[in-house]
């Protein structure tokens, strides 16, 4: 049965929410307000809602946000909403458990938001709170940064396996800025650089941890997404209302969702000696396209993937096995492909500007993801629109590769 997106929104992820004396429950407000307004859904048709939020209790002091949701409108209260976390695919898990609901027939129409406030303390205090997402007291001892020095650790490994060029890594950066900066949401849409700034100069580009440098990794964000899901049912009386073909109404055609081991070095362990350094991830992948009844990259016409760090993106080119695809890439070295990854590109990335250029507020991305690529399938993207785009796939991950989940929207 197929899941339907009728509309979303994603809050202006350079608004310093806590500059602002606003929070969480702000945040959460402006996205379901504005999935309603763009889906032209009534407050009153939501009947379940789901909440992706990871560090809510530490950034904030606050929790239960599922009644942060029936707070937002009249309409809301009674409406069965539940908080969901799974660090940075917190929000994805949010969507998967929302069609689970649809699909089984329980309700027809669910509002999924995700939602992080980051900007209300100090770098290093952040740091600190997002190393939630890794095994405490089992790895990432002695990092003055967590996650810098834990994908510095996947940099090294990749540089080991395979040989890695720190060219390579800034090429993804500069276009995830590039990027950004058409997009009228992004985080550092209005941030300057120099040619020096993607390099391994230490004063344009200082090193945070190891491999990783100020331009290699995602932002601290404020923000917000949601998106409205609809049942089949409900999607065909919406569109002749609305006076649109079903078939031009965004859906969810395919998802993968898969768990690996906790610790980095187990993961890296367990994968020595094999083709994928994260082989959960690559099942991810494929088992998004078999449900969608699909062969695999060369049948997706955009990406929105998880750029938490540039070697994650890197990471994840691989996976998608662009070395069937595309001359002269080779296993484990995607970098053949850069070329093809522009907007106007054959394998579309991170139109949006992704993590890095456009902004990670950590329970929101996974709704980004899909609202970007629900509005690139409608030919809504504007500046940043892959021109003919028909089918979409995201790529979200938690921890160190830990959570994964993948979406494939397309119409038609």
């Known amino acids: 049965m197929s899941v339907y997106v009728l ?10 929410y806590s500059r602002a004396g606003e929070g969480l429950f702000e945040m959460l407000g402006a996205s379901v307000r504005g999935a309603l307004e763009e889906s032209r859904v009534a407050p009153d048709a939501v009947e379940v809602a789901h909440v992706g939020n990871f560090t809510g209790e530490l950034f904030a002091g606050q929790g239960h946000l599922g009644g942060f949701f029936a707070s937002l409108h009249p309409a809301f209260a009674g409406v069965p909403a539940s908080r969901h976390e799974a660090a ?11 069609m689970t609901d649809l699909q089984a027939g329980h309700y027809d129409v669910a509002c999924v938001t995700g939602v992080e406030q980051m900007r209300n303390v100090p770098g290093e205090q952040a740091a600190d709170h997002l190393g939630a997402a890794a095994w405490r ?6 990092a003055r940064y967590l ?8 940099a090294r490994e990749y540089d080991e396996r395979f040989g890695l ?37 230490d004063e344009a580009n200082p090193v945070v941890e190891g491999w990783m440098r100020r331009q290699d990794c995602g932002q601290i964000t404020d923000g917000a997404a949601a ?9 065909k009386a919406w569109a002749a209302r609305e ?57 997706i016409d955009l990406f929105e993937v998880h750029d938490c760090f540039s070697i994650t993106e890197y990471m994840v080119l691989d996976h998608l096995g662009l070395e069937g695809s595309v001359d002269g890439v080779e296993p484990g070295r995607p970098m053949a492909a850069i070329g093809e990854t522009a907007i106007d590109g054959r394998f579309p990335v991170n139109a949006s500007g992704g993590l890095i250029g456009g902004g990670h507020p950590v329970g929101a991305t996974g709704v980004r993801m899909l609202h970007d690529c629900a509005r690139q399938v409608r030919g809504l993207a504007g500046e940043l629109q892959v021109q003919g785009a028909r089918r979409a796939q995201t790529l979200n991950l938690g921890g160190s590769c830990t959570t994964t989940v993948s979406f494939v929207v397309e119409k038609g």
């Open 88 to 98: 940075c695919a917190s929000g994805s898990i949010a969507l998967l458990v929302a």
């Open 137 to 142: 007291g089992e790895e990432g001892q002695g």
């Open 147 to 154: 996650w810098p020095a834990m994908f510095d650790r996947l």
């Open 165 to 201: 060029d720190y060219a390579d890594l800034m090429a993804l950066s500069k276009q995830a800025f590039a990027n950004g900066a058409k997009n009228p949401k992004a985080q550092t849409r209005r941030w300057r650089f120099t040619d020096a700034s993607f390099t391994a100069d």
């Open 243 to 299: 006076g649109v073909a079903l078939i031009d109404v965004p859906r969810i055609s395919g998802w993968g969702h898969r768990t690996a081991p906790m610790l980095m070095e187990a993961k890296l362990e367990q994968s020595r000696g094999e083709r994928w350094t994260f082989p959960e991830l690559r099942r991810t992948l494929t088992d998004a396209w078999a449900r969608a009844g699909i062969e695999g990259v060369e049948d």
């Open 227 to 235: 998106v409205v899901l609809a049942s089949e049912r409900f999607a």
């Open 7 to 16: 509309g979303g929104h994603q809050t202006d992820f350079a608004h310093n």
